[in-house]
């Protein structure tokens, strides 16, 4: 679209569909290499041919919070495109619906050693390899759960919470070299959100100013001007992608 990107190199977690896949799909339009990263080795096939194929992304498969994996990623990276400029953490999960009085502990650790410590990994590994001497930037994928109460997800919104404030931390200690955002999505449809609003979409978008639920690519464009030099004065903020829902009192 615009070669904004040309000659950098951007991993993205939990990108072989959803949101990630979105986010990969536009910074590869804008010029970027891509590594993607799922558990799935057959979906990142898929996804890197989405992308253009093996001269424009590269696919690892792995758990997002297995160190392993990280190294190996970030080693591949490297190797095959010679840098990590950008580092987009969009890999959560969520395997519960429900409220928090019944929460299953070993689900609630899973949820958090997910979405809190794989990211604060991520980030300490890239760092460590490349952008500690040579800059870059970061983008934390969030979730509007965590700025209000998200009946049946709450401890899901909990972590997020956590990565919205190490968005800041981060940002606070990573300066000026490596610029850290976050962007906080409310409902996106995806795989990942159907409980949100399957067999209810119509009722859903009506709370919606824009009357309407998010898409991926909503979500892509606005971390890939996250990571531009367009937001070069821009650290530590986590930015609300919502369609207007927090601005209305019944809202999802």
Same mark, same amino acid.
């Given at each position: 679209?615009?070669?904004?990107?040309?000659?950098?190199?951007?991993?993205?977690?939990?990108?072989?569909?959803?949101?990630?896949?979105?986010?990969?799909?536009?910074?590869?339009?804008?010029?970027?290499?891509?590594?993607?990263?799922?558990?799935?080795?057959?979906?990142?096939? #898929?996804?890197?041919?989405?992308?253009?194929?093996?001269?424009?992304?590269?696919?690892?498969?792995?758990?997002?919070?297995?160190?392993?994996?990280?190294?190996?990623?970030?080693?591949?990276?490297?190797?095959?495109?010679?840098?990590?400029?950008?580092?987009?953490?969009?890999?959560?999960?969520?395997?519960?619906?429900?409220?928090?009085? #019944?929460?299953?502990?070993?689900?609630?650790?899973?949820?958090?050693?997910?979405?809190?410590?794989?990211?604060? &990994?991520?980030?300490?590994?890239?760092?460590?390899?490349?952008?500690?001497?040579?800059?870059?930037?970061?983008?934390?994928?969030? &979730?509007? &759960?965590?700025?209000?109460?998200?009946?049946?997800?709450?401890?899901?919104?909990?972590?997020?919470?956590?990565?919205?404030?190490?968005?800041?931390?981060?940002?606070?200690?990573?300066?000026?070299?490596?610029?850290?955002?976050?962007?906080?999505?409310?409902?996106?449809?995806?795989?990942?959100?159907?409980?949100?609003? #399957?067999?209810?979409?119509? #009722?859903?978008?009506?709370?919606?100013?824009?009357?309407?639920?998010?898409?991926?690519?909503?979500?892509?464009?606005?971390?890939?001007?996250?990571?531009?030099?367009?937001?070069?004065?821009?650290?530590?903020?986590?930015?609300?992608?919502?369609?207007?829902? &927090?601005?209305?009192?019944?809202?999802?």
């Amino acid at each position: 679209m615009t070669g904004r990107f040309a000659g950098r190199t951007a991993i993205v977690t939990g990108a072989s569909r959803g949101i990630g896949l979105a986010v990969a799909a536009r910074l590869a339009a804008d010029g970027a290499k891509v590594v993607v990263t799922a558990r799935r080795k057959d979906a990142l096939d #898929e996804a890197v041919e989405r992308l253009g194929g093996a001269g424009h992304a590269l696919g690892v498969a792995g758990k997002a919070d297995d160190p392993g994996h990280q190294d190996d990623a970030i080693r591949r990276a490297i190797r095959s495109f010679g840098s990590v400029d950008f580092l987009v953490n969009s890999a959560g999960v969520n395997p519960v619906y429900g409220p928090m009085t #019944e929460l299953d502990l070993g689900a609630a650790r899973k949820i958090f050693e997910v979405n809190c410590l794989a990211a604060l &990994s991520w980030v300490q590994k890239v760092h460590r390899a490349w952008m500690g001497d040579h800059g870059g930037a970061i983008v934390n994928v969030s &979730s509007l &759960s965590a700025v209000r109460s998200a009946p049946g997800i709450g401890f899901y919104g909990a972590t997020k919470a956590m990565l919205n404030s190490m968005t800041e931390q981060l940002a606070a200690e990573l300066g000026p070299g490596i610029r850290v955002n976050g962007v906080a999505p409310a409902v996106v449809k995806t795989r990942f959100a159907t409980a949100l609003y #399957e067999g209810r979409e119509d #009722e859903a978008r009506r709370a919606y100013p824009l009357r309407r639920l998010g898409e991926p690519d909503d979500i892509g464009g606005v971390v890939a001007f996250l990571l531009s030099a367009d937001a070069a004065w821009m650290t530590g903020r986590t930015v609300v992608v919502d369609g207007g829902v &927090s601005l209305t009192a019944g809202g999802e």
